[in-house]
């Protein structure tokens, strides 16, 4: 039997399925540190679209001489696209950085001094504007506990508690 890896898996998924629009937005509260560490994952390509129509710039994040211009860029657009609030508190993501892999970007944030993560308050527009098919999936791990789910086009925001 032959064993896939789950990010090989995962990709191949996302290949088929890509005449749809689709985000990962993975968030993991570190008790240890107390911090939420958050990672979005994009086609790089549909992310370069977005960003291009949302702030009239052209980005190549695959570039490694449009670096900076690239961490602005994906910084300001999924601060604007993706909001927070943890406890009944907006919280403010702290940009870690970005990197390619393969036909993905993966982009890093972090919000720090949380030391429980009781619920979490999701308004997420992420790649909206680009197809009416946008789906954004998040998986949120809190206390032990793994939940996971879909904001479908034109829905925008959930919540989760632990």
């Known amino acids: 039997m032959l064993l896939v890896g789950w990010n090989t898996l995962f990709t191949a998924m996302l290949s088929l399925m890509h005449p749809f629009f689709v985000s ?3 968030i993991n509260h570190n008790e240890k540190e107390a911090t939420i560490e958050i990672s979005v994952r994009c086609f790089t390509n549909d992310l370069e679209k977005m ?3 949302d702030t009239k710039t052209t980005i190549d994040l695959s570039q ?3 670096k900076s211009k ?3 860029l994906l910084k300001a657009y999924l601060a604007k696209r993706l909001n927070l609030s943890v406890n009944g508190n907006k919280s403010t993501l702290d940009y870690v950085g970005f990197e390619i892999q393969k036909e993905s970007t993966w982009t890093y944030f972090e919000i720090k001094n949380i030391k429980q993560l009781n619920q979490l308050n999701v308004l997420c527009e992420v790649l909206f504007g680009v197809n009416d098919q946008q789906i954004n999936i998040f998986h949120v791990n809190a206390k ?3 939940k996971s ?3 479908i086009y034109p829905k925008n925001t959930t919540q989760f508690n632990f």
């Open 24 to 26: 990962v937005i993975d």
């Open 51 to 53: 960003i291009a129509a």
């Open 64 to 66: 490694p001489s449009q």
């Open 70 to 72: 690239g961490d602005a």
């Open 144 to 146: 032990g506990v793994r």
């Open 149 to 151: 789910y879909e904001l």
